[in-house]
């Protein structure tokens, strides 16, 4: 049986294996036809150093997402994903090529990754992750901020995994996995939220890890979700897999993640990864 189509949304780097580059490369592992949208054109990620932005006209941009909404194989689209936006006026396109998908295909997911800040706080203007947080969000079947942007997105404080749960269930979609959550000195953690429960995921940290985490991790887990897992389970095979390519990277000594050299992992049995349930 084939696959459902994936639209993704998301920057585009000429170098490295951020945004929609590793995006479409875990989907189309994981069989996946995929369809790309690029929202920005970047030499590499803004974390490795100034680059020229090759900013997308907006009148192109909302031009190319109608297209897209009159393509005779839009049935096709099972998914769309979104990730990093350069341009608030960008998302009320995406918004009704997300809602379009969806009336075509009740069964169509919808996954925001709203990439918008970290520690460090908001790394995009406030006015996309307003965007997203009024007019993506709603639209959402899953979402995977890290806490960071959970917090901000919430107007919330959270100080431990059970914050993170309650700051979850606030967000509206109905599956969310917080990444960066608390976890053990050495250990990186995950909170799941979703209609069966609440559940931790740890695995041990990896220094210096390589930038592209959080894009490969919402790939695949929703690649897992399309392809029947349950959230957990969904949950533990991303985890993995994402972990085992931060480690591919650091034996290699890359300062990027080693897509192409690691792919075998994005779809092996989880390894590394501790799942567990800590309430209904």
């Known amino acids: 049986m084939s696959k459902p189509a994936v639209i993704v949304v998301s920057s585009h780097v ?16 994981l069989g996946f036809p995929v369809w790309s949208l690029p929202t920005v054109i970047l030499p590499w990620h803004p974390g490795q150093g100034p680059s020229t932005r090759i900013a997308l006209d907006r009148a192109a941009f909302a031009g190319a997402v109608s297209d897209l909404s009159r393509s005779p194989a839009l049935g096709d689209v099972g998914a769309v994903l979104t990730g990093y936006f350069d341009d608030p006026e960008q998302i009320e396109p995406v918004a009704e090529l997300v809602a379009l998908v969806k009336a075509n295909n009740p069964e169509a997911i919808y996954l925001c990754d709203p990439v918008i800040g970290d520690g460090d706080g908001l790394f995009r203007p406030e006015t996309i992750a307003v965007a997203i947080r009024d007019r993506l969000l709603p639209l959402a079947d899953i979402a995977t901020p890290n806490r960071h942007e959970l917090m901000w997105l919430t107007g919330t404080r959270a100080e431990d995994n059970d914050a993170l749960a309650a700051a979850a269930a606030d967000l509206g979609p ?21 209609p069966g429960g609440v559940h931790i995921a740890t695995h041990a940290a990896l220094a210096d890890a390589p930038h592209g985490t959080g894009d490969l991790f919402a790939a695949l887990y929703l690649g897992h979700s399309l392809d029947g897992a349950a ?6 095979r991303a ?3 994402t972990l085992r390519l931060v480690e591919r990277a650091a034996d290699l000594g890359e300062d ?9 992992a994005l779809a092996a049995p989880p390894q590394g990864v501790t799942v567990v349930r800590v309430s209904r």
């Open 14 to 29: 000429v170098r490295g294996a951020v945004g929609a580059r590793a995006a479409v490369f875990a989907l189309k592992r």
């Open 174 to 194: 109905k599956e969310v996995v917080v990444t960066s959550a608390f976890a053990p000195r050495n250990e990186i953690g995950l909170v799941l939220l979703e």
């Open 256 to 264: 990027a993640l080693p897509l192409a050299g690691g792919q075998d």
């Open 239 to 241: 985890a993995a897999a």
């Open 231 to 236: 959230p957990p389970a969904a949950l533990e």
